[in-house]
Nanobody
Framework: QVQLVESGGGLVQPGGSLRLSCAAS????????MRWFRQAPGKEREMVAW????????DYTSSVKDRFTISRDNVNNMIYLQMNSLKPEDTAVYYC?????WGQGTQVTVSS
């Protein structure tokens, strides 16, 4: 069955960096676009970044452009989200997604 398992979250100070990972299995990973979403307390889930199946095309929500980078490894069925210059408003649970499939999420907390 489809599995998406996120890792890499944690507590980081403002201005710091984190790299999230998502291990995918159970489907033809290299043919699927992938997304990172996040959900902050009391807010709706929002899409943060998208990457096309080959990795050549990406897109980001405006609040993270120039700070976050999505990438993928189609050999090892992984996607990544490199997050730099983190801000307190980036605090959220981050989820890996494709179509109707979601991971369990990984908590990112940006605080001094």
């Amino acid at each position: 069955q489809v599995q998406l398992v996120e890792s890499g979250g944690g507590l980081v100070q403002p201005g710091g960096s984190l790299r999230l990972s998502c291990a995918a299995s159970g489907f033809a990973f290299s043919t699927f676009g992938m997304r990172w979403f996040r959900q902050a307390p009391g807010k709706e889930r929002e899409m943060v970044a998208w990457i096309e199946s080959t990795g050549r095309n990406t897109d980001y929500t405006s609040s993270v452009k120039d700070r976050f980078t999505i990438s993928r490894d189609n050999v090892n069925n992984m996607i990544y989200l490199q997050m730099n210059s983190l801000k307190p408003e980036d605090t959220a649970v981050y989820y890996c997604n494709t179509y109707d499939y979601w991971g369990q999420g990984t908590q990112v907390t940006v605080s001094s």
